[in-house]
């Protein structure tokens, strides 16, 4: 009796090949850089979730640093948990609280989700509660060190499968305003993302924005300087120190003429279970063949068809066109990961597809491994 698993065949059209080829958009240079102080910031620290039902931390390695907390937190003159009985019960956990501040910045008083990280030996946070948290720039805080954040409420688990992190809703107060500086010294200051990071994209970025008219009759020569292959320099008139918001968003909208091709990249952690794609990663035709999946990538036009083999085109439509000599473009990586991603193919399917793609020179595009 044959107990091999059955293969799963894969049918995929080509309407994101479509997609990202035959309408792009001008590139524009927020397309491929950012201002500098558009950066997200973090806060963090050390608390207490308690109310577990004996699924926290065994209390021996709890007990001393709980007690720091709230001396801490006594300290700063915030309500804290009963300390007693923490020294026999595992109804308590030791966590990292961490919030996230977007890169537009935020005010004093504003309300933030926060993330819920067990450091301890704990089991599970669900039905727990965090106690009032002090947040810093750092894990630990001392009593010189100002109080960004204050974090408290209900511990909310939104993956099962990690019951030691959770999430907090609209569960941080800011105590301090957050901005960026945006404008330093006359200069703004362009970062390019990561893709596009060149020095053949930064010199291209710093022409754009110098032809612009508007720019070209501020009356500063060349206003854009590109100073390494992720930077560009702009200096901003003075009629223009009053109404920085428009400078920028000029900027921002200057098209950049015929801008060299960035290449694709594929990014893999294998530590962490990662992978990120870019939209323009291409696969040359190829047989995929990994457990219980089994897909074609369709031949480019003028290939011989090969002999038949059992399995199911991705895109047999296709593949006929290809036949009749129609013009085709590879297949986008994307779209193999969309058609995966249906049939419930797991992250590490995809990451030992895409090594096996990489190892036979079909990916048109650099895979990056990261650790």
């Given at each position: 009796?044959?107990t091999?698993?059955?293969?799963?065949?894969?049918?995929i059209t080509?309407?994101?090949?479509l997609?990202f080829?035959?309408f792009?958009a001008?590139?524009?240079?927020e397309?491929?850089?950012?201002?500098?102080g558009q950066e997200?910031t973090?806060i963090r620290?050390?608390g207490?979730?308690?109310?577990l039902?004996?699924?926290?931390d065994?209390p021996?390695?709890y007990?001393?640093?709980?007690?720091?907390i709230?001396r801490q937190?006594?300290?700063?003159?915030?309500f804290t948990?009963?300390?007693?009985g923490i020294?026999s019960?595992k109804?308590?956990?030791?966590?990292?609280?961490?919030?996230?501040?977007p890169s537009?910045?935020?005010?004093s008083?504003e309300i933030?989700?926060?993330t819920?990280l067990?450091i301890g030996n704990a089991?599970?946070?669900a039905?727990?509660v965090?106690?009032?948290?002090?947040?810093?720039t750092?894990?630990?805080?001392?009593?010189?060190?100002p109080?960004?954040?204050?974090?408290q409420?209900?511990?909310?688990?939104e993956d099962?499968?990690?019951?030691?992190?959770g999430?907090v809703?609209?569960?941080?107060?800011?105590?301090?305003?957050?901005t960026?500086?945006y404008?330093?010294?006359?200069?703004?200051m362009?970062?390019l993302?990561?893709?596009?990071a060149?020095?053949?994209?930064?010199l291209?970025?710093a022409?754009?924005?110098n032809?612009?008219?508007?720019f070209a009759?501020?009356?500063i020569?060349?206003?854009?300087?590109?100073?390494?292959s992720?930077?560009?320099?702009?200096?901003?008139?003075v009629?223009k120190?009053n109404d920085?918001?428009d400078?920028?968003?000029?900027?921002l909208?200057?098209e950049?003429?015929?801008?060299?091709v960035?290449?694709?990249?594929v990014?893999?952690?294998e530590?962490l279970?990662?992978?990120?794609i870019d939209?323009n990663?291409?696969?040359?035709?190829?047989l995929?063949?990994h457990?219980?999946?089994?897909a074609?990538?369709p031949?480019?036009p003028g290939d011989?068809e090969?002999a038949?083999?059992?399995?199911?085109?991705?895109?047999?439509?296709?593949k006929?066109?290809?036949?009749?000599?129609?013009s085709a473009?590879?297949?986008?990586l994307?779209?193999?990961?969309s058609?995966l991603?249906?049939?419930?193919?797991?992250?590490q399917?995809?990451?030992?597809?895409?090594?096996?793609?990489?190892?036979?020179?079909?990916i048109v595009?650099?895979?990056?491994f990261?650790d």
């Amino acid at each position: 009796m044959n107990t091999q698993p059955s293969k799963l065949f894969i049918t995929i059209t080509l309407f994101h090949v479509l997609t990202f080829s035959t309408f792009a958009a001008p590139l524009r240079v927020e397309n491929v850089a950012r201002i500098k102080g558009q950066e997200t910031t973090t806060i963090r620290g050390m608390g207490i979730v308690s109310g577990l039902p004996g699924t926290g931390d065994e209390p021996k390695s709890y007990t001393p640093a709980a007690q720091a907390i709230m001396r801490q937190l006594s300290r700063s003159g915030m309500f804290t948990m009963d300390v007693k009985g923490i020294n026999s019960t595992k109804n308590n956990a030791l966590v990292e609280v961490v919030v996230t501040i977007p890169s537009t910045g935020a005010r004093s008083g504003e309300i933030l989700d926060c993330t819920i990280l067990s450091i301890g030996n704990a089991k599970s946070l669900a039905g727990g509660v965090l106690s009032s948290t002090i947040l810093g720039t750092s894990l630990q805080q001392d009593e010189n060190s100002p109080v960004l954040g204050q974090a408290q409420g209900r511990v909310t688990i939104e993956d099962t499968a990690t019951p030691t992190v959770g999430r907090v809703v609209n569960g941080c107060r800011l105590h301090s305003d957050f901005t960026n500086p945006y404008i330093k010294d006359g200069l703004v200051m362009l970062v390019l993302k990561r893709e596009y990071a060149r020095p053949n994209m930064a010199l291209k970025v710093a022409e754009a924005i110098n032809a612009e008219a508007e720019f070209a009759a501020s009356g500063i020569v060349d206003p854009a300087q590109a100073i390494n292959s992720t930077t560009v320099a702009v200096r901003m008139p003075v009629s223009k120190y009053n109404d920085p918001v428009d400078f920028l968003a000029k900027i921002l909208d200057v098209e950049i003429m015929n801008p060299p091709v960035a290449v694709p990249k594929v990014t893999i952690n294998e530590r962490l279970g990662t992978i990120i794609i870019d939209v323009n990663v291409e696969v040359k035709p190829s047989l995929i063949n990994h457990k219980n999946i089994v897909a074609e990538i369709p031949p480019a036009p003028g290939d011989e068809e090969a002999a038949p083999r059992q399995f199911v085109d991705i895109d047999t439509d296709l593949k006929f066109r290809q036949m009749s000599g129609e013009s085709a473009e590879n297949m986008k990586l994307k779209a193999l990961q969309s058609s995966l991603d249906a049939v419930k193919a797991t992250t590490q399917d995809m990451i030992d597809i895409v090594k096996t793609l990489h190892q036979q020179g079909a990916i048109v595009g650099e895979v990056i491994f990261v650790d």
